[in-house]
């Protein structure tokens, strides 16, 4: 008898692959929130426990340094949770998804930029076999300047910083390829099945990256959107200073 996961996957798939530091959190949380709709269709963003994205889909090889610190440091799990149970894999949320009968299934994680291209598609064409011509990996890639900016402040308001946040940010910087070379990686995984998108607004579809996710995946106008306050909003120099010295002072 055929397993589940070698049963056709229903409908279409949509992979978000990161980058860091590019929309991710505002993807997530909306999606997570139930605030895409399909106009004709169901959407399933098939999420475990407390998780509202699918981060822990590690891939073995994947080189994710920041998180490796965050493990250790802060005492989140790797391979297992802080428990012992396992953390939830790629055959967890295929079946957690297949229960929904979705017409369009969307996974996100941006720790998934540091995965071996192949091996993520050995991994979905394993757990989420779709049709040809069904699936899209798609990642955002952000200016270098403002992606560098903008990892320097999450890594103040986090704590990461010390007293000198520029070292402790490029300790926490796993050494990039450049991104000719990532997307080139990519595509010979996926082929047309992988799109790189721009994080610039004048590039997106309505200016907005929900929009060009979906119009990029499914074709425009497919999707209905309901509003929601900003997710990891960007602070001000004045209260990233502020938050560099409560965390300087803290234990």
Do not use: C
């Amino acid at each position: 008898m055929a397993s589940a996961d070698s049963a056709p996957f229903p409908g279409r798939l949509i992979v978000h692959v990161g980058d860091h530091k590019a929309g991710s959190t505002a993807i997530q949380s909306a999606l997570a929130r139930g605030e895409v709709r399909l106009k004709e269709g169901r959407l399933v963003y098939p999420t475990i426990g407390a998780r509202f994205n699918h981060n822990h889909l590690k891939m073995k090889g994947g080189g994710d340094r920041a998180a490796g610190l965050l493990r250790g440091r802060l005492g989140w799990p790797g391979a297992r949770g802080g428990s012992g149970r396992k953390v939830p894999g790629f055959a967890e949320v295929a079946a957690r998804a297949r229960k929904s009968d979705p017409d369009v299934t969307v996974l996100s994680g941006e720790s998934l930029e540091a995965a071996p291209p192949a091996r993520l598609a050995a991994a979905l064409a394993r757990h989420f076999p779709v049709a040809p011509g069904r699936l899209t990996v798609i990642s955002y890639l952000r200016p270098h300047a403002s992606r560098a900016i903008s990892g320097l402040a999450e890594t103040i308001k986090i704590g990461w910083a010390g007293a000198d946040p520029w070292a402790a940010r490029n300790a926490l910087i796993t050494p990039k390829t450049p991104p000719a070379r990532r997307v080139a990686a990519w595509r010979k995984a996926f082929g047309a099945a992988y799109v790189a998108r721009p994080l610039v607004r004048s590039e997106l579809a309505q200016g907005n990256l929900l929009e060009d996710l979906f119009a990029t995946a499914l074709g425009p106008g497919k999707i209905e959107l309901r509003s929601s306050p900003t997710a990891n909003e960007s602070l001000g120099v004045e209260d990233l200073m502020r938050l560099q010295v409560i965390h300087l002072a803290l234990p």
